[in-house]
């Protein structure tokens, strides 16, 4: 019984430290919210399908280059009048702002993740109670496992491969230094 108690705090302080330093970095570093960059209203933002009418209205046919907005990887905003015809065209880069500036925070908030993990984890391996020690080494790990999985997929090839050979690294020295 015993031993289950300490595995039990062990788990509770890893899963908290994980929660804490999450809602942490969130509270000092947002992440960048779609509906900022892209705050479409529902009379503006193209559906992909408009509702016919009860009474369809015969609507004036304009032309707009839709081509070019769709290369540039923008969306085209059809803005309707009441009978539900659409009356202007524009073509929106909102979607590349936003994905760039979520790319940037993937980036720092990776890297501040990674920094808190390590802390973690030396803080495990030099804590004299085991409980909180594997607790600290548990959360050090569940830190680099949720930003790994989180932000992986905005890094290039060769990036992935750095990230996972320091992050062995890491975990092999951490090993050592608390088992040998």
Same mark, same amino acid.
């Given at each position: 019984? %015993?031993?289950? =108690? ?8 890893? @899963? ?33 399908? %408009? ?11 304009? =032309?707009? $280059? ?26 929106? $880069?909102?979607?590349? =702002?936003?994905?760039? $500036? ?6 720092? &908030? ?12 030396? &803080? ?32 290039? %090839? ?11 690294? @890491? ?10």
């Amino acid at each position: 019984m %015993k031993d289950f =108690r300490r595995i039990l705090i062990s788990v509770a302080i890893a @899963i908290l430290l994980t929660l804490f330093l999450v809602f942490a970095v969130d509270l000092f570093y947002a992440e960048p919210k779609y509906e900022t960059y892209c705050n479409f209203s529902t009379n503006s933002f193209t559906p992909a399908f %408009k509702e016919i009418p009860a009474n369809p209205v015969n609507c004036t046919n304009f =032309r707009y $280059d839709y081509n070019q907005c769709y290369n540039g990887q923008g969306y085209v905003n059809y803005v309707y009048d009441s009978n539900g015809c659409p009356y202007n065209v524009t073509c929106s $880069d909102c979607n590349i =702002r936003y994905d760039s $500036d979520r790319k940037e925070y993937a980036g720092f &908030a990776f890297t501040i993740f990674i920094i808190l993990a390590v802390i973690a984890l030396i &803080a495990g391996i030099y804590f004299l109670i085991e409980p909180v020690s594997f607790g600290f080494l548990l959360g050090g790990l569940i830190i680099i496992l949720q930003a790994t999985i989180r932000y992986f997929s905005d890094f290039g %090839k060769v990036t992935k491969v750095v990230v996972l050979g320091i992050e062995l690294i @890491i975990l092999i020295w951490i090993s050592y230094k608390k088992f040998k």
